[in-house]
T-cell receptor, first 112, second 113 residues
Framework: GENVEQHPSTLSVQEGDSAVIKCTYS??????FPWYKQELGKRPQLIID?????GEKKDQRIAVTLNKTAKHFSLHITETQPEDSAVYFC???????????FGKGTTLSVSS | DGGITQSPKYLFRKEGQNVTLSCEQN?????MYWYRQDPGQGLRLIYY???????QKGDIAEGYSVSREKKESFPLTVTSAQKNPTAFYLC????????????FGSGTQLSVL
C-alpha cells in the first residue's frame, strides 16, 4: 500500500524566512496530494492541494511542487509569520482513491 | 465551529468498557471518515463511509466499529478489544467520496482510567 514519508519532523525559522517541508510517496499511481495545517489545539485544515497532472500550484505565500518521477512533493512557505507556526501534514491519495495516507507531520515554529 | 461536530470533547474509558464517539455533519457531505491521531504519528485511518449504510475498514480498524444509518451521522465505537485506545480521534467529511478537501471536526480526546 501507499507509504508517505515527511521531513523534517521539526523546523524552526525566523520571521520573514522561507520554510520548506518535503514528502515522498511510494505508490506511483497516487494522483492527489493535499497539505493540512493544524494549529495547537485545533482541527486540521486544508491549506493547498495539487493533482498529479500539475507540477506546481501557488496560493499567496504558499506553494506546492510535485515531482512525479522522483515521487516527492514539497510545501514552500515564503515570508513566514508567527501565525504560520503549526503542525503541517502532507498526504497522498492511494491508487483506489479510497483513502488519504498522511505523513507524520512537521512542527513549524516561526520566531519573531 | 459549525459544519461538523464531534462530542464529547473529552472521554474516559474504563477497562472492559465500550465507548461511543459522536460525529455529526450538516454540510450534506457524502463521505465521512474517522482518523486516530497519536503524538508524532500523523493521522491514521480507522474507518470510512462513502454512502449511507456502507462503510469500509481503514488501516487500523481492529477494536473499532462504526455505523452509518444517516447521512449526517457516523458514530465510532471503541470496543474493549482495542487495547491501546488513548488517542485523539478526528472525524472528517468530504463532498465526494474521493478524499478531497476533507473538513475535520474538533476532535475527541479519549483516555483510559
Amino acid at each position: 500500500g501507499e507509504n508517505v514519508e515527511q521531513h523534517p519532523s521539526t523546523l524552526s525559522v525566523q520571521e520573514g524566512d522561507s520554510a520548506v517541508i518535503k514528502c515522498t510517496y511510494s505508490d506511483s499511481a497516487s494522483n492527489y496530494f493535499p497539505w493540512y495545517k493544524q494549529e495547537l489545539g485545533k482541527r486540521p485544515q486544508l491549506i493547498i492541494d495539487i493533482r498529479s497532472n500539475v507540477g506546481e500550484k501557488k496560493d499567496q505565500r504558499i506553494a506546492v511542487t510535485l515531482n512525479k518521477t522522483a515521487k516527492h512533493f514539497s510545501l514552500h512557505i515564503t515570508e513566514t509569520q508567527p501565525e504560520d507556526s503549526a503542525v503541517y501534514f502532507c498526504a497522498a491519495r492511494d491508487q483506489a482513491g479510497t483513502a488519504l495516507i498522511f505523513g507524520k507531520g512537521t512542527t513549524l515554529s516561526v520566531s519573531s | 465551529d459549525g459544519g461538523i461536530t464531534q462530542s464529547p470533547k473529552y472521554l474516559f474509558r474504563k477497562e472492559g468498557q465500550n465507548v461511543t464517539l459522536s460525529c455529526e455533519q450538516n454540510l450534506n457531505h457524502d463521505a465521512m471518515y474517522w482518523y486516530r491521531q497519536d503524538p508524532g504519528q500523523g493521522l491514521r485511518l480507522i474507518y470510512y463511509s462513502q454512502i449511507v449504510n456502507d462503510f469500509q475498514k481503514g488501516d487500523i480498524a481492529e477494536g473499532y466499529s462504526v455505523s452509518r444509518e444517516k447521512k449526517e451521522s457516523f458514530p465510532l465505537t471503541v470496543t474493549s478489544a482495542q487495547k491501546n485506545p488513548t488517542a485523539f480521534y478526528l472525524c472528517a467529511s468530504s463532498i465526494g467520496s474521493h478524499n478531497e478537501k476533507l473538513f475535520f471536526g474538533s476532535g475527541t480526546q479519549l483516555s483510559v482510567l
